[in-house]
């Protein structure tokens, strides 16, 4: 078998891009390519700083690759478009064939094999891009952990990946997946408002040795819930930030 070469830059390196997909109204994602023998030197969570020079000023932002970690060839980023992200809006404007600055990936909260056998994750809005890969991993390696996720949008347009969940429920018996609404449609059948107390202890694995929960989301929604985790009983070490 022929070796794999493993990439992971400090310095910020041109990919160019080799597709695009469009996952909602505002949320896109694109491929980059990789040498054919060449993968990202990642872990499941971790992350890719984006580069850019915008009106004179260099920028960066983090994006944590949504493509299943070792696949050789390409990488993945999904990227949600906002009217103030500056990082966002250049990415959104590129087109095939364009290339990009990039440099990592680097270390983030990641998923390590074994670390637990029950785990959750509570996404708002493109919180949920660090636990593409995740669960992607988990569930394509038939790893045996039990996942449990809840994801939080405004409305239910804005459900990134929506179709890859609900195929995932069908044909995965370990995968559950409860979506919240803040503007849900009529008849909603789902959680409807903010992801509450009562949410988090219906739809989360409880606590123990064997359990761990992702978060990731708005600032406010984060240091909130992670609270409220905490009061659960979810012991600090056991809620990772990605």
């Given at each position: 078998?022929?070796?794999?070469?493993?990439?992971?830059?400090?310095?910020?390196?041109?990919?160019?891009?080799?597709?695009?997909?469009?996952?909602?109204?505002?949320t896109?994602?694109?491929?980059?390519?990789?040498?054919?023998?060449?993968?990202?030197?990642?872990?499941?969570?971790?992350?890719?700083?984006?580069?850019?020079?915008?009106?004179?000023?260099?920028?960066?932002?983090?994006y944590?690759?949504?493509?299943?970690?070792?696949?050789?060839?390409?990488?993945?980023l999904?990227?949600?478009?906002y009217?103030?992200?500056?990082?966002?809006?250049?990415?959104?404007?590129?087109?095939?064939?364009?290339?990009?600055?990039?440099?990592?990936?680097?270390?983030?909260?990641?998923?390590?094999?074994?670390?637990?056998?029950?785990?959750?994750?509570?996404?708002?809005?493109?919180?949920?891009?660090?636990?593409?890969?995740?669960?992607?991993?988990?569930?394509?390696?038939?790893?045996?952990?039990?996942?449990?996720?809840i994801?939080?949008?405004?409305?239910?347009?804005?459900?990134?990946?929506?179709?890859?969940?609900?195929?995932?429920v069908?044909?995965?018996?370990n995968?559950?997946?409860?979506?919240?609404?803040?503007?849900?449609?009529?008849?909603?059948?789902?959680g409807?408002?903010?992801?509450?107390?009562?949410?988090?202890?219906?739809?989360?694995?409880?606590?123990?040795?064997?359990?761990?929960?992702?978060?990731?989301?708005?600032?406010?929604?984060?240091d909130?819930?992670?609270?409220?985790?905490?009061?659960?009983?979810?012991?600090?070490?056991?809620?990772?930030?990605?």
């Amino acid at each position: 078998m022929d070796a794999v070469t493993r990439i992971k830059t400090k310095t910020p390196s041109p990919y160019k891009i080799t597709a695009i997909e469009t996952d909602t109204h505002d949320t896109k994602t694109f491929r980059f390519e990789l040498p054919g023998d060449a993968t990202l030197d990642m872990l499941p969570g971790d992350f890719l700083y984006v580069h850019a020079t915008i009106a004179g000023k260099s920028v960066k932002r983090a994006y944590t690759p949504s493509s299943l970690p070792g696949v050789t060839g390409f990488f993945d980023l999904t990227v949600k478009r906002y009217a103030t992200g500056v990082i966002s809006a250049y990415l959104h404007d590129q087109r095939i064939g364009d290339t990009v600055l990039i440099s990592g990936p680097n270390q983030g909260g990641h998923w390590v094999d074994g670390m637990a056998k029950r785990v959750g994750f509570v996404a708002g809005g493109t919180g949920i891009t660090p636990m593409i890969a995740i669960i992607r991993w988990i569930l394509t390696k038939r790893i045996d952990a039990e996942l449990f996720l809840i994801f939080a949008n405004k409305t239910e347009a804005d459900i990134i990946l929506r179709e890859e969940w609900s195929r995932a429920v069908r044909e995965y018996p370990n995968f559950h997946c409860h979506h919240v609404l803040e503007q849900p449609p009529s008849g909603w059948p789902e959680g409807t408002g903010r992801v509450t107390v009562d949410i988090l202890r219906r739809h989360l694995p409880a606590p123990g040795s064997d359990t761990c929960i992702f978060l990731c989301g708005p600032p406010q929604m984060v240091d909130a819930l992670e609270a409220t985790l905490k009061e659960l009983g979810y012991p600090e070490q056991a809620i990772v930030l990605p």
